[in-house]
């Protein structure tokens, strides 16, 4: 994430925060009770985001690898989707005749 991003999600949460309280009081609720609602709200979208940070962590989808593998994904399907039809043929023939089985490539994107 970006400096700008953080500073946008911040400003959204301070403003965001100064519109519920506003929107409480004009419908009706104390001061008080206004303050203890947009906090509680305030405290729930905390708790649901740590909740989510920490989902993501256990689960290993924010590690140095599986960054790592991603990208290396995006590089090879770049390089495929810049393949020529001969490319793609002469790539296909040498996969099957280095494996036994038979490999099913889908071809060029051709969109």
């Known amino acids: 994430m970006r400096r700008r991003d953080i500073l946008s999600i911040g400003l959204a949460l301070l403003l965001g925060g100064g519109v519920l309280y506003g929107l409480l009081l004009w419908a009706g609720l104390d001061?008080?009770?206004?303050?203890?609602?947009?906090s509680a709200a305030f405290m729930l979208?905390?708790?649901?985001?740590?909740v989510s940070y920490l989902r993501r962590v256990?689960?290993?989808e924010m590690t140095l690898k599986a960054q790592w593998a991603s990208f290396e994904r995006q590089q090879i399907e770049e390089k495929l989707r810049s393949f020529s039809l001969e490319e793609w043929q002469a790539l296909q023939a040498e996969l099957e005749s280095e494996t036994e089985g038979e490999v099913s490539w889908?071809?060029?994107?051709?969109?």
Request: charged share 15%; hydrophobic share 20%; with cysteine.
């Open 31 to 38: 001061t008080g009770t206004a303050q203890q609602v947009s």
């Open 45 to 50: 979208g905390c708790l649901g985001w740590t």
């Open 58 to 60: 256990l689960s290993g």
């Open 106 to 111: 889908p071809g060029p994107d051709r969109r």
